[in-house]
């Protein structure tokens, strides 16, 4: 698994942007191949962080691409600025149920 975690440091609503992000980028996401899970946090202090969770490197790369064209052009009016974004492998998962992997 591939994991993209896109941190936006001023929002200024989290609430509304994730509430408007729904729709378009869960359209996108449902559409993209690979696409896994995907959550959005308010971290406090303007910080919204969306966490996207993929089968490779490959299919985030792709739906992140169209991710980050989505916000640029439907979310002007939230600032929402450049994101920090880190990527990487996903090493350990443990689900409730006693599955897990290590990778």
């Given at each position: 698994?591939?994991?993209?975690?896109?941190?936006?440091?001023?929002?200024?609503?989290v609430a509304d942007a994730a509430r408007r992000a729904k729709s378009g980028v869960g359209e996108i996401l449902?559409?993209?191949?690979?696409?896994?899970?995907?959550?959005?946090?308010?971290?406090?202090?303007?910080?919204?962080?969306?966490?996207?969770?993929?089968?490779?490197?490959?299919?985030?790369?792709?739906?992140?691409?169209?991710?980050?064209?989505?916000?640029?052009?439907?979310?002007?009016?939230?600032?929402?600025?450049?994101?920090?974004?880190?990527?990487?492998?996903?090493?350990?998962?443990?689900?409730?149920?006693?599955?897990?992997?290590?990778?």
């Amino acid at each position: 698994m591939y994991m993209v975690i896109r941190k936006y440091a001023k929002v200024r609503s989290v609430a509304d942007a994730a509430r408007r992000a729904k729709s378009g980028v869960g359209e996108i996401l449902r559409q993209s191949h690979g696409f896994k899970s995907y959550y959005v946090l308010d971290a406090g202090d303007g910080a919204g962080i969306a966490v996207m969770i993929f089968d490779d490197r490959e299919s985030a790369n792709a739906a992140n691409a169209k991710i980050l064209a989505f916000v640029q052009a439907s979310l002007p009016d939230l600032d929402l600025g450049v994101p920090e974004i880190t990527t990487g492998e996903v090493l350990v998962h443990i689900e409730p149920n006693g599955s897990s992997g290590i990778k």
